[in-house]
């Protein structure tokens, strides 16, 4: 389905979204990771240096996934990788790293942080977190109408960053089909207003709220983690998966439809990424700069389960019973 088509039969429309047309041109990188290990830190700035960014000056928050801690289940972005992207950020000359998160199902924020190891990578590093379902929220309007809210009350952290890089694990899951980077980004949603996980917006539509979500806090860069992944019963009780690759992403959209190609999927049947090619990103390859490693090469077919599979793409080199 072309991009006119898909706008025309979309599923919930902005009421404006003239300042957010794609770019012309996206850029994904995906980078070949076999392991979690020192060398993340290489891959990682190896990989940044090909968008040839400029963070010089700037305040950057990293916004991995840390929903849970689950002994034996690769729910969270591993903190290594976390660790590394910090790193390379201040190499790269910000003016400030932090990492912030509300985690969706664990109140105890710092018990995650302890027990994913999180905290002494944080720690080893020299690097702040700012946990998100508690920070001081400002009122941001929204630009899109796809919940029917007119507002999201957000975390001064996200809100005053220059840059926010969404640092998801790759995952399938058990309502979104997906979550990816723009999933990821229900972390920002302060888990003391809306609920836990975050129930207000789950009840105004997963979909609908992460374009609004999306929408009211831009995601400047992508970096995720797909060295070990998730599928089947994801986003907690899926099985691990290794894919081996870490992606990096100008346009979260380009990112996402890469990585749901990477696993097998077809992006074009998941609503909210639909959606969001109309406006917010580019959905199509053609207009996706591939850096890195070829999707075609890495590709894998990742279990779903049974009422996702419609997204499954059937005739797939490398397919795995």
């Known amino acids: 389905m072309g991009a006119g088509a ?3 039969a979309a599923l919930f429309r902005p009421k404006s979204f003239s300042k957010h047309q794609p770019p012309a041109i996206s850029r994904v990188a995906i980078l070949k990771a076999d392991s979690y290990s020192a060398r993340l830190d290489e891959i990682l700035m190896q ?3 090909l968008f040839k960014l400029d963070v010089r000056g700037k305040a950057i928050l990293l916004k991995p996934n840390l929903v849970e801690y689950l ?3 690769e729910v969270n972005t591993h903190p290594m990788l976390v660790g590394a992207a910090a790193e390379c950020f201040l190499r790269l000359g910000a003016k400030s790293v932090v990492v912030g998160e509300g985690p969706g199902h664990q109140r105890d924020t710092e018990f995650l942080l302890s027990e994913s190891g999180l905290a002494d990578q944080l720690k080893a590093r020299k690097v702040a977190f700012v946990d998100l379902n508690r ?5 941001i309007p929204l630009e899109s109408g796809h919940t029917g809210l007119n507002y999201l009350w957000l975390p001064r952290a996200v809100v005053e960053a220059d ?3 969404s640092m998801p694990k790759i995952k399938t899951h058990h309502w979104a089909g997906v979550t990816l980077s723009m999933k990821n980004m229900f972390g920002i949603v302060p888990g003391l207003k809306y609920g836990w996980p975050k129930n207000i917006l789950h009840w105004k539509g997963i979909h609908e709220s992460i374009m609004d979500i999306c929408g009211s806090i831009p995601i400047g860069l992508v970096i995720a983690d797909g060295v070990l992944c998730m599928e089947g019963n994801g986003p907690l009780h899926g099985e691990a998966r290794k894919l081996g690759v870490i992606v990096i992403g100008d346009d979260p959209v380009a990112a996402d439809a890469t990585m749901v190609r990477l696993i097998g999927l077809r992006p074009e049947r998941i609503p909210y990424l639909e959606q969001a090619d109309c ?3 580019n959905l199509d390859p053609r207009r996706i700069l591939q850096l890195g490693e070829r999707v075609e090469e ?3 077919t990742f279990q779903v389960l049974p009422e996702f599979s419609p997204l499954l793409q059937h005739t797939l080199p490398n397919q795995r019973a």
Not at 135 to 139: A, S, T
């Open 279 to 281: 406006f917010r990103g």
């Open 6 to 8: 898909s706008c025309a």
């Open 47 to 49: 990989g940044l240096n």
């Open 71 to 73: 002994p034996g289940k």
């Open 135 to 139: 920070d001081e929220l400002i009122k």
């Open 298 to 300: 890495l590709r894998q």
């Open 163 to 165: 840059v926010v890089v």
